[in-house]
Structures are given as C-alpha cells and as structure tokens.
Nanobody, 120 residues
C-alpha cells in the first residue's frame, strides 16, 4: 500500500489543523493506520493509531484529549484532527500502515511526511 500525507503548515499556538493520509494500492480496510511525529533527532514519537475497521483507536499521552484520529474507508483516507496546538507539536508528521495496530514504529509502509510548524 502507498501512503501520501498532506495538510501540514505553519500555525500559531492554540490553532487547529487537520492532516490527511491518502492510501492506494491495496484494500485499505485491511490496514491499521498510525500517525507519528519525527523530531530533529529523527526519533519517531507515536501519536495515534486506528484499526482497519475504525472501531478502535489508541493515543499517545502527549496528544490525548487534543488530537483525534478517524478514517473514511470509502475514500481510502485517514485523518488526524489536531486542536490546541503547542510549539512542541512542531515536526514532520508521518502516517504508517500495517495489518496490525501498533504503538511502536514497526510499520511496514510509510508515507513521506508533512511538516507542521507551531509558532508561539
């Protein structure tokens, strides 16, 4: 499966942004999709994951209550709604897919990432 992330940009602290991860190449509902944030040291922090059916979600502690992951299997797209953004949310946002939902970065398929910059 191929993934394409989009929707990043420059926003002020407290603003909202919605990212999209569009998929192609396979039956999308077979895959759990996760979002990670990559910092300057190239570490990948887990943000959220949603199962293929969309019935189950898991969030990282840093984004609980602020970010919401959702998916539309008819459009082969997963979304990450980000509210109350903070400067520490700045980074490259990557989406990843795997048949199994994971909170670690052990995903088989990755998109190219979209940059989010939050100014104070």
């Amino acid at each position: 499966v191929q993934l394409q992330a989009s929707g990043g940009g420059l926003v002020q602290a407290g603003a909202s942004l919605r990212l999209s991860c569009a998929a192609s190449g396979d039956v999308f509902s077979k895959y759990a999709v996760a979002w990670f944030r990559q910092g300057p040291g190239n570490e990948r922090d887990f943000l959220a994951v949603i199962t293929g059916s969309g019935f189950s979600t898991t969030y990282g502690d840093s984004v609980k209550g602020r970010f919401t992951i959702s998916r539309d299997n008819a459009k082969n797209t997963v979304y990450l709604q980000m509210n109350s953004l903070k400067p520490e949310d700045t980074g490259v946002y990557l989406c990843a897919a795997d048949p199994r939902a994971r909170t670690s970065a052990l995903y088989d398929f990755w998109g190219q990432g979209t940059l989010v910059t939050v100014s104070s």
